[in-house]
Each structure stands twice: as C-alpha cells, then as structure tokens.
C-alpha cells in the first residue's frame, strides 16, 4: 500500500534557530540562490521565490495536475498559496533582525479562472504601509502568460524574535532519493459534472463522502477530504503536516486556506438544486492563532449566511484538533444554471 505523500518523512527546513539571526531578504535571497533549502511547502507544491527587495517580493507557483479540484481546474485557494508568501515577504523585507510578522488577515479576489495554458502562477507583492506594529501588502497574481487572475491584500502583526547566535546554517539540500511530491505524477480525478445534471447538489456531496465520487489531485496531495454534509452545513478536514509549513514554526497561512476555502465554496451545495454551477468570488481570512504541525486534523465546518438567485455569502471556521478556533473565513460564491 502506498504511503499517502503527507505521511512521507518531510522535506525542507522550518523553524531553523539559525534564520533569526537573518533578515528577511537574506533569507529570501538564500532560497533563491540556492545556499538554504526551501521549507516544506515548497517541496510540496513547488512554491518558491523568484525575486525580492526592500518592500517588495515575488513567488512563482507551477500550476500541476496536484493542484487541480473536483472541477478539474487549479484549485482558487492557490491564489492564496502562492501570494501568502510573498505578500509576508515584501513587509518581512524591511524589518530589522529581531523581528518577524505574521498574517493576521488575507484578502483574495477572483478575477479569472486559470487557463490550460496557464502553466505557473506568479504573485508580486508590494507593501502599501509599513508601521512599526502593523503592516498592509497588496499582490497582483498573473499567470505565465501575463493575464490577472487575482488581487490579494494583506494585514500583518509585527512581533519579536529571539535571536540564536550560536545555530550554524542548514546544509543546502542535498538531490532526494526520489522526485519532490509536485514532481511526481498526479493522482486522482475530477469530477464528471455533465453524468451529474440531474442530481442535486447535496446528493453530489454525499457521494464524495461515501467514495463514489473520485477525490480530485488536490486531496491526494495535502489530504484534504471532506468529512460531513447536513442541511445547513458541510465539514472538511486536512491533518496539520509539517509539509505545509512556511520556514517558521507555523502552517503556511495559504497552505490553510485550501482547506477555508474548500469548505466556505461546497457549503452552498446541501441547498443546490440538480444543474446549478458555482464558483467562488473571493475569499477573506482572519488568522486567529497559529497552528501548530502537529499532524492531528484541522476541521473547517462551513454554512450559507446569506442566499440570493445569483449569489451566496458563506461563512465558517477552521478549527484545530483541539477544538480552538484558528481561522475565521467568509466567501461570495456566485451561482448559475450549468450552461450559462
């Protein structure tokens, strides 16, 4: 039986004693050129960056068939994945050693969907204020081909960081045994929509619950999976890995929005009738506490707070094993005869 790629030894470096003794742009200048070895995350889905200044940074995402939903296209919560990073960087750019931030909110608007031709993402972010406590960074999020997909905003916490003088450098990484997960060939499928136009939409959700539905690659690569269905809400669940962490000691906050994200967009489907698309708008995240990778499940459960004939606000929370509340989310999710 094949070990599942969030159960494989991880690879990358986080939480190293040796980077708070770096500044932000040297850490982002040695991943770059190679002297220290991506965190998890990048290993994972290929994320890394491409280009960083004072006040500005740049990371590149390749679109592959991992990243891919039930609908066959790249997941929208990339949008999050690859501009989370660069959106902390380009305020991270500016701070003194000793200082660190973290995401407190996150921001993405959909303004297109990926195109097969897409290839990669790539976020360039900005910083819009930098304060001595507080910070806003903007991203634009194009495709290889130079079209805007997605806006992004973010707010973030300064906090201070012990400093370990003594920590040598992590070694670069050496080639691994075997392909990085992002490398490898995807698995899972989408879903067939047209053999679904007359089942209505909760049906469609129980039957990913039961396995007569393909998971997409998206959940074969994180473990992403849907756990419940009720009239008025869906529940998804993502155990918290040490693949999803950003070189800190924490979860990648776009890494956690995949799972925000996959919640707030199906809780419109306990009420959809057979033959209506949906697609999310946008997403806003307020990271509440940091979450730890322990490997125990994170769960987001989702509901509609607001129904139109064209649209659906959706809002919900993610949780960690523990039962605190780590995430609280909100999308717009526009609805439509399939067809139009």
Same mark, same amino acid.
């Given at each position: 039986?094949?070990?599942?790629?969030?159960?494989?030894?991880?690879?990358?470096?986080?939480?190293?004693?040796?980077?708070?003794?770096?500044?932000?742009?040297?850490?982002?200048?040695?991943?770059?050129?190679?002297?220290?070895?991506?965190?998890?995350? /990048?290993? =994972?889905?290929?994320?890394?960056?491409?280009?960083?200044?004072?006040?500005?940074?740049? !990371?590149?995402?390749?679109?592959?068939?991992?990243?891919?939903?039930?609908?066959?296209?790249?997941?929208?919560?990339?949008?999050?994945?690859?501009?989370?990073?660069? =959106?902390?960087?380009?305020?991270?750019?500016?701070?003194?050693?000793?200082? !660190?931030?973290?995401?407190?909110?996150?921001?993405?608007?959909?303004?297109?969907?990926?195109?097969?031709?897409?290839?990669?993402?790539?976020?360039?972010?900005?910083?819009?204020?930098?304060?001595?406590?507080?910070?806003?960074?903007?991203?634009?999020?194009?495709?290889?081909?130079?079209?805007?997909?997605?806006? %992004?905003?973010?707010?973030?916490?300064?906090?201070?960081?012990?400093?370990?003088?003594?920590?040598?450098?992590?070694?670069?990484?050496?080639?691994?045994?075997?392909?990085?997960?992002?490398?490898?060939?995807?698995?899972?499928?989408?879903?067939?929509?047209?053999?679904?136009?007359?089942?209505?939409?909760?049906?469609?959700?129980?039957?990913?619950?039961?396995?007569?539905?393909?998971?997409?690659?998206?959940?074969?690569?994180?473990?992403?999976?849907? %756990? %419940?269905?009720?009239?008025?809400?869906?529940?998804?669940?993502?155990?918290?890995?040490?693949?999803?962490?950003?070189? /800190?000691?924490?979860?990648?906050?776009?890494?956690?929005?995949?799972?925000?994200? %996959?919640?707030?967009?199906?809780?419109?489907?306990?009420?959809?009738?057979?033959?209506?698309? !949906?697609?999310?708008?946008?997403?806003?995240?307020?990271?509440?506490?940091?979450? =730890?990778?322990?490997?125990?499940?994170?769960?987001?459960?989702?509901?509609?707070?607001?129904? /139109?004939?064209?649209?659906?606000?959706?809002?919900?929370?993610?949780?960690?094993?523990?039962?605190?509340?780590?995430?609280?989310?909100?999308?717009?999710?526009?609805?439509?005869?399939?067809?139009?």
């Amino acid at each position: 039986m094949t070990t599942p790629i969030w159960q494989e030894p991880v690879r990358g470096v986080y939480a190293h004693p040796a980077l708070t003794r770096m500044s932000g742009v040297e850490q982002l200048r040695g991943f770059i050129d190679g002297r220290l070895p991506l965190p998890p995350i /990048g290993y =994972l889905t290929g994320l890394h960056p491409t280009d960083v200044g004072l006040t500005h940074a740049t !990371f590149a995402l390749p679109l592959t068939r991992w990243l891919q939903d039930a609908t066959g296209l790249p997941m929208p919560a990339t949008a999050a994945l690859v501009s989370d990073g660069p =959106l902390g960087s380009a305020f991270h750019s500016s701070l003194p050693i000793g200082k !660190f931030c973290t995401t407190s909110e996150l921001s993405i608007s959909y303004l297109r969907p990926a195109a097969p031709d897409s290839q990669r993402l790539i976020a360039h972010a900005a910083v819009i204020k930098a304060g001595t406590s507080t910070g806003l960074t903007e991203a634009r999020i194009t495709d290889a081909a130079g079209r805007l997909l997605a806006h %992004a905003t973010s707010r973030l916490v300064v906090q201070d960081l012990p400093i370990d003088h003594d920590a040598p450098l992590p070694d670069p990484a050496a080639p691994p045994p075997t392909p990085d997960p992002w490398q490898r060939e995807a698995l899972g499928e989408p879903v067939d929509w047209r053999s679904l136009a007359t089942v209505p939409g909760r049906e469609i959700f129980e039957r990913w619950l039961t396995g007569d539905l393909p998971r997409p690659p998206i959940c074969h690569l994180t473990g992403l999976r849907p %756990a %419940a269905c009720d009239d008025d809400s869906v529940t998804w669940t993502m155990p918290a890995t040490a693949w999803l962490c950003s070189p /800190g000691p924490f979860l990648y906050g776009g890494a956690t929005a995949l799972i925000a994200d %996959a919640a707030l967009t199906t809780a419109v489907m306990p009420s959809l009738p057979p033959g209506t698309a !949906f697609r999310p708008l946008d997403l806003r995240l307020r990271f509440v506490r940091p979450i =730890l990778p322990d490997g125990s499940d994170l769960t987001a459960v989702a509901s509609v707070a607001h129904r /139109g004939r064209s649209l659906a606000i959706t809002r919900g929370e993610v949780r960690t094993a523990d039962g605190k509340v780590a995430i609280l989310a909100e999308s717009s999710v526009q609805l439509r005869p399939t067809g139009s």
